[in-house]
Structure formats: structure tokens, C-alpha cells
């Protein structure tokens, strides 16, 4: 156990949860384009002219190093040289240093500040940090842009568009489903608004990350579905629903939405928490600045 990263783990009975090596999924998206899945956690990976560019590291050692030897068996020959973070969370990007220690790591500058503050075990520290809004980026012949419109899941959230091959990925964001759970660290202020912002741009194929691939289609009802939690949810005040109550929250928001969202999986084990979770930023005004109307406050001391 001392030895291998354990993030912010401090119990000694965690190595075996991160020591696992689950079972890579690998599919080809587009030329270039590979999307790997271990059943739960999704993401993607670029084949360069010399190497490759992987986007996130997934969630345990035993995942980093699955996804890396997926990787190679993918494109044999070409090293990780580059590594890309979605967002500073640690079930999806905490583990580069057993991905590839020495690969350039690219993250958004409030992930950055993140990572670097909170120093978790097998987390690298970014080496290049990207600022604004859209960042055009060209690594090793490959070409596609980073989008940050602002806060919606984690730090520093970064999603990834590719023109050419009309996709879009943005990692625990929208869900082909209704498997948020508990929703922590969602920004939901601004959270639909800037993902509705990605259907101005030209896609088709949405890859979520987690589960499985879907569309512009399923992307929008996923935006409908939030945006219809939050405006329920707050109707449970005028209602004196008990709104920290689980099965409460569950029988209220449910029984409004099931007709017309309940084909979305999952809907019935989590619509409660999702709920739950939602109600509060309507009790609390949301979690700190991150969650105001003009969320750029947050980024006051990064940019002159
Ligand atoms: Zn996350």
C-alpha cells in the first residue's frame, strides 16, 4: 500500500478497490478518434502521428494502467506523450502518474489550481494550462478544440469538440440516462445554460463520460431533464415538501416528471437524490462562486 498511489485515501484496506484492473472496452470512433470504456467510466484517446493524446486517466491505478495497456494494444508503438483532464476529479482523472509520468498534461487553469492545492497521491500536476472559453488545439497532427464555457461539473471542466467528425465529448456532464446520483459538484446555476450552449456547434454523436455513447437528440432531453428537476424542485417549497427527505423528495419531483422523463434508465433508483441534491441549491443559493449569474468572478486573480 505505500508504495502505489491511493489519491486521497487514508485507510490502509483501500489498495484493493485501487490496485483492480477492470476490463477495457476499445472502439473506434473516427480515424483518429478512439473512445475506451471500464463499463462505468468513459473516455477518449487521439492517435497522433508520433504518440498518443489521452484524454483523463479514469479512476484508480489499476484503471490507469488498464486504459494505458488498452491503449497500447490499440497503437502499438505510439506512447502516451500527451494526457488531457477533463476536470480535476479524481474517478476520472486522478491517476496520470501511473497512465504515463512523463507525458505533457494539459488541464484548464482552475483545474490546475485544484490539482495543485489538493496534492492527491498519483495526480500529476498539469505542465500546460489553458485559459478562456475555446482553446484550438493542434498536438502531433491531430486537430480539434477545447471548450470551457464556464462552470458546470468539477473545476476547470473541459470538453472537447471535434468539427470533422461531428462529436462532441464532455466528461460528467450530460448522461445518456438518469444515473447522476448524488450530484456533487455540479454547478447548477449556469449548468444547462452552458451545456445548452454545445448545440450551437455542429455534432452529432455525443460521448458521454460515463456509460454509454449517444446523440444530439439524447443530449438535449438530458438538458430538458435537469432544467425540469430544477423548476420542480423548487415548486416543493410552495408545497411544504420535506425537501431533506429522500423518499419525499422522491414521491414529489418523481411523481411530476415520471410521465415524461421516466424512460430515461435509471429513473426510478434516482430521480430522489438527484432531487435532494438540486433542492438545496434553491435553499442554500448554491456552493460558492461557481454558482453565481456572472461566474467568471472566479477566475478575478488568474486572468490580468
Ligand atoms: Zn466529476
Not at 487514508?10 to 478497490?17: D, H, V
Not at 500527451?82 to 482523472?93: E, K, N, P
Not at 456509460?211 to 411544504?240: H, M, P, W
Amino acid at each position: 500500500m505505500s508504495t502505489i498511489n491511493t489519491g486521497i485515501f487514508t485507510a490502509p484496506n483501500a489498495g484493493e478497490y485501487l490496485e483492480r484492473e477492470p476490463d477495457m472496452q476499445v472502439q473506434q470512433l473516427a480515424g483518429r478518434l478512439w473512445t475506451a470504456s471500464d463499463g462505468l467510466r468513459r473516455s477518449i484517446f487521439l492517435e497522433g502521428d508520433t504518440g498518443v493524446i489521452a484524454f483523463d486517466t479514469f479512476g484508480t491505478p489499476g484503471a490507469a494502467r488498464a486504459y494505458g495497456k488498452a491503449i497500447a494494444q490499440t497503437l502499438p508503438e505510439k506512447p502516451i506523450h500527451t494526457i488531457i483532464y477533463s476536470h480535476d476529479h479524481l474517478d476520472h482523472a486522478g491517476f496520470s502518474d501511473d497512465l504515463a509520468p512523463d507525458a505533457e498534461i494539459i488541464a484548464d487553469e482552475m483545474c490546475a489550481k485544484v490539482i495543485s492545492l489538493r496534492g492527491a497521491k498519483g495526480q500529476l500536476e498539469p505542465t500546460r494550462r489553458l485559459s478562456g472559453a475555446h482553446n484550438e488545439m493542434e498536438i502531433d497532427g491531430v486537430s480539434f478544440t477545447l471548450l470551457n464555457p464556464g462552470p458546470t461539473h468539477g473545476s476547470g471542466n473541459l470538453s472537447a469538440w471535434f468539427a470533422e467528425d461531428r462529436l462532441l465529448f464532455s466528461s460528467d456532464t450530460i448522461l445518456p440516462n438518469a444515473r447522476y446520483g448524488l450530484m456533487p459538484d455540479y454547478h447548477i446555476w449556469n449548468f444547462v445554460r452552458f451545456m445548452r450552449s454545445f448545440l450551437d456547434l455542429d455534432w452529432d454523436t455525443f460521448v458521454p463520460g460515463r456509460y454509454e455513447l449517444t446523440d444530439r437528440a439524447r443530449f438535449e432531453l438530458g438538458c430538458d431533464f435537469i432544467e425540469a428537476v430544477q423548476e420542480e424542485s423548487q415548486k416543493a417549497f410552495a408545497e411544504f415538501v420535506p425537501i431533506w427527505v429522500l423518499d419525499a423528495m422522491q414521491g414529489y419531483v418523481g411523481g411530476k416528471l415520471k410521465e415524461r422523463f421516466g424512460c430515461l434508465e435509471g429513473f426510478d433508483e434516482h430521480i430522489g437524490l438527484i432531487a435532494v441534491r438540486i433542492v438545496h441549491h434553491y435553499l442554500m443559493g448554491g456552493w460558492g462562486l461557481e454558482d453565481t449569474p456572472e461566474p467568471g468572478v472566479v477566475l478575478a486573480d488568474e486572468v490580468a
